[in-house]
């Protein structure tokens, strides 16, 4: 019984660990892929900017 349980415990932790990861990994997607677009009038402003230089 003492064997089952130490068996056990590493694998708890290597799950938890992997659960950890996953989520880590879920968030990052999430906030990678909602980003703000440059406003049209931002973009002008640039390209005017960079055709005075």
């Not at 290597?14 to 980003?35: E, P």
Request: with cysteine; glycine share 2%; aromatic share 14%.
């Amino acid at each position: 019984m003492k064997n089952q349980k130490k068996k056990s415990f590493p694998r708890r932790v290597f799950l938890c660990l992997l659960a950890i990861l996953l989520a880590v990994c879920v968030a990052f997607g999430v906030y990678v892929s909602d980003y703000y677009h440059a406003d049209p009038a931002a973009e002008d402003a640039l390209a005017t900017w960079m055709n005075l230089q």
